[in-house]
Nanobody
């Protein structure tokens, strides 16, 4: 049974940092790309950072490049999202997800099978105050 469980959200001040964790079970990291998505109120769900299972490359949205990084700890089946230099516009519910190929940008069912997310984790809320 595949499960992804995100945790670590909370309240941070602008300029601060948070680290989110995604505990993965039911598959190994090499089976799927692991991505981080976020959804702010009234907005589309957005893919912001992803590590490819094909070549290990990391893909990121321009809005988080240089501030957010993705890493993994295989022994703990955990993927991390380190968020630095947080901005109020980073406020959103953050999700980790597994897919065959990385997707960056506004996500919907219209992205097609190639980029379709196979498994979503429950979200964790990040609130950044100014």
């Amino acid at each position: 049974d595949v499960q992804l469980q995100a945790s670590g959200g909370g309240l941070a001040q602008a300029g601060g940092s948070l680290r989110l964790s995604c505990l993965v079970s039911g598959f190994t990291f090499g089976d799927y790309a692991i991505g981080w998505f976020r959804q702010a109120p009234g907005k589309e769900r957005e893919g912001v950072l992803c590590r490819s299972a094909v070549d290990g490359r990391t893909y990121s949205a321009g809005s988080v490049e240089g501030r957010f990084t993705i890493s993994s700890e295989n022994a703990k089946n955990t993927v991390y999202l380190q968020m630095n230099s947080l901005k109020p516009e980073d406020t959103a519910v953050y999700f980790c997800a597994a897919s065959e190929h990385c997707f960056i940008g506004d996500y919907s069912d219209s992205v097609g099978d190639y980029y379709r997310v196979h498994y979503w984790g429950k979200g964790t809320l990040v609130t950044v105050s100014s």
